[in-house]
């Protein structure tokens, strides 16, 4: 295709049309799974280029691959980030990206309301490595200015909180960061970024778990890293000798050169061509989800056994105006809802007959989980009320099956 024609189309079309950096020898309308782990060069000289860096050409599949970087590639595409890296989970996106700009004696800023094994990380993991975690509400612009210093490496946050909802405002925090020369990390996963684009909230660096909604239904774990070069990393005590090395940001260059390398959560080829084929359906699915999570979570709050729901696009929600201004209409696909204690949720969860009982995002099954049992079962019951994780709380992930079906099913299962 010309490039001039390319240049004019949606991002939805230009997707499925990217092109491969290489002609396949068959001329395949999918990009083949390249199983290989070693790639044969012609000279000696056209090997030290490659492990130098200084030729895009492929060594080793734990550094790149043609599929993986296609998949990458794609992203790009529909995201404009300058660059895209993609792992074997989300979790090592976040370890990764995190990894990149910390260093002993440094601190990180974020919320306490995170996803479990992500505070486990901050409060715990990074400790060992002499990187302080300042846990602080973020909806609190002089909290996240008084836990900010000439220390601090980052400030992340999920653009939605898993399980509480909670919805920070991007703008403000982008502010606060560019005027301490902080770069803001986001975690976007719960809306995707053909609906949600994090550049134009400020989001320096972009973490997703593709594992969700880009893998198409529960395929395969991945995860992703997008930089949109914006930040100065002048500002960086680790990263301000890479400074406009190249073609890429301090931030890539640290990344793809060393910590990438050397931590080794590559993702791999079988994985990219399943979230490549992934992909080319995901602004359908998301957008069928959405609505019927959106229409969901209102019908049930007229039923008797619920005490509230939480969603952040119903018009009743605390942050429903900053919501709407950074999602647009819907809010992801999934939302929570409090029943009258733990009997009663646990009763709930073994009454279901369709929804399935199951932790994960964005099957295209629906998916009911109790969080502060499950996903935060192994922590205190002090440490979850810090979090704001109420044993009351049931959190559904909406598929795409009919709505009258899952309001059905939630219905029976609360009537008993």
């Not at 973020?138 to 399980?163: H, R, S, Y």
């Not at 992934?278 to 005490?307: F, V």
């Amino acid at each position: 295709m010309e490039k001039e024609n390319v240049d004019c189309l949606s991002n939805e079309t230009k997707l499925l049309h990217e092109p491969y950096r290489a002609r396949d020898a068959y001329n395949s309308l999918n990009m083949p799974i390249y199983h290989a782990v070693a790639y044969e060069f012609e000279t000696a000289e056209q090997m030290e280029l490659a492990f130098t860096g200084k030729s895009p050409e492929h060594v080793y599949s734990r550094i790149s691959n043609p599929t993986v970087q296609y998949f990458e590639q794609r992203v790009k595409t529909v995201t404009n980030a300058s660059e895209v890296m993609s792992f074997n989970s989300g979790m090592a996106a976040i370890v990764n990206a995190i990894m990149t700009v910390a260093y002993n004696g440094g601190n990180i800023v974020t919320s306490p309301h995170l996803f479990g094994n992500t505070y486990s990380f901050f409060a715990f993991t990074l400790k060992d490595f002499g990187v302080e975690t300042r846990f602080c509400d973020l909806t609190k612009p002089d909290e996240v200015k008084a836990n900010i210093d000439k220390n601090t490496c980052a400030l992340f946050l999920e653009i939605i909180t898993n399980p509480q909802m909670e919805v920070a405002d991007l703008c403000v925090l982008s502010d606060i960061c560019k005027a301490h020369g902080v770069p803001l990390i986001a975690d976007t996963t719960i809306v995707p970024f053909t609906v949600f684009h994090a550049d134009d909230f400020g989001v320096n660096i972009e973490v997703v778990s593709s594992t969700k909604y880009i893998s198409g239904g529960a395929t395969s774990l991945g995860g992703l890293i997008l930089d949109y070069d914006s930040f100065d990393w002048l500002h960086s005590k680790k990263l301000q000798y890479l400074a406009n090395h190249g073609k890429l940001s301090a931030f890539s260059a640290k990344l793809r050169m060393e910590i990438y390398r050397n931590f080794g959560a590559c993702m791999t080829p079988q994985v990219a061509h399943m979230q490549t084929t992934g992909m080319e359906t995901l602004a359908i699915r998301y957008e069928r989800a959405a609505e019927t999570c959106k229409k969901l979570a209102e019908k049930i709050t007229a039923l008797p056994n619920i005490s509230s729901v939480n969603y952040p696009s119903l018009p009743n929600h605390p942050y429903y105006a900053v919501s709407l201004r950074q999602f647009g209409e819907y809010a992801g696909a999934m939302f929570t809802f409090d029943l009258a204690s733990r009997e009663a949720a646990f009763r709930f969860i073994n009454n279901l007959k369709l929804i399935r009982r199951a932790t994960n995002l964005f099957d295209n099954k629906t998916l009911a989980i109790h969080p502060a049992s499950t996903i935060f079962g192994t922590f205190t019951e002090q440490t979850r009320k810090s979090m704001d994780i109420s044993q009351n709380t049931i959190r559904i992930s909406v598929g795409l099956e009919s709505i009258d079906d899952l309001y059905n099913d939630i219905k029976q299962a609360t009537e008993k």
